[in-house]
């Protein structure tokens, strides 16, 4: 069983609004990501850190930030919310261990911006 | 682009129904992986497949990667209600960043 977890599981806000997507993990893993799940399913990375104060951005433009103090740590901002923003978010994260290259996901967040 | 593409786009079968679910890459694959979604929630890691022709079975789900490394199938034997959700497949970028498919939204009816 997974032991990374996602804080809030919904949020709903209105435009203009700065939020914070909480992301935390209990495995030491040192890496951890952020994806965006369009409706259509499809995730795109938008965040991905290899560890302490380490952050890059991912395939998708995003206009959220990430920071890394902390190993078990990755959280999510959004500035000014707007409505594109509205989506699903997973954070995710991996070990070091060659062998399966499993992420392990939280169980997401789902933001809705009016 | 769409690196992954998986088809079919959903899948509605009976209960007892085998089905397939396919992924293609126009790229050869070095890693590729299975997961599935229930909906509103995160993804559950299923199997990873790296060496060409290489199978994988897991209770009723089998995964195979063919010779040429750029497809991937994912076979449901006796589908059940619990089968329901969400199907991606994921290939390795680097360093263990994935790239996923489109998914495949599968409805299991009782």
């Known amino acids: 069983e997974a032991d990374i977890y996602q804080t809030p599981r919904y949020l709903v806000i209105g435009t203009g609004k700065k939020i914070t997507l909480e992301c935390s993990q209990t495995m030491g893993h040192d890496k951890m990501y952020w994806y965006q799940q369009d409706p259509g399913m499809e995730l795109h990375l938008i965040h991905y850190?290899?560890?302490?104060?380490?952050?890059e951005k991912g395939d998708l433009s995003s206009e959220s930030t990430v920071s890394r103090i902390r190993t078990e740590h990755f959280p999510l901002t959004l500035e000014s919310a707007r409505p594109s923003h509205t989506s699903q978010y997973l954070c995710?994260?991996?070990?070091?261990?060659?062998?399966?290259?499993?992420?392990?996901f939280g169980e997401g967040s789902r933001l809705t911006v009016l | 682009s769409q690196e992954l593409e998986q088809s079919p786009q959903s899948l509605i079968v009976q209960e007892g129904k085998n089905l397939t679910i396919n992924c293609t890459s126009s790229k050869t694959l070095y890693g590729l992986y299975w997961y599935k979604q229930k909906y509103g929630e995160g993804l559950i890691f299923l199997m990873m497949?790296?060496?060409?022709?290489e199978e994988k079975s897991h209770e009723k789900i089998t995964a195979k990667l063919d010779e040429k490394k750029q497809q991937s199938s994912l076979h449901i034997t006796a589908s059940q209600p619990s089968h329901a959700g969400i199907y991606l497949c994921?290939?390795?970028?680097?360093?263990?960043?994935?790239?996923f498919g489109s998914g495949t939204q599968l409805t299991v009816l009782p």
């Open positions: 850190s290899y560890g302490v104060n380490s952050t």
């Open positions: 497949l790296q060496k060409g022709g």
């Open positions: 994921g290939a390795d970028r680097s360093a263990r960043q994935l790239t």
């Open positions: 995710a994260s991996s070990g070091t261990s060659p062998n399966t290259g499993e992420l392990f």
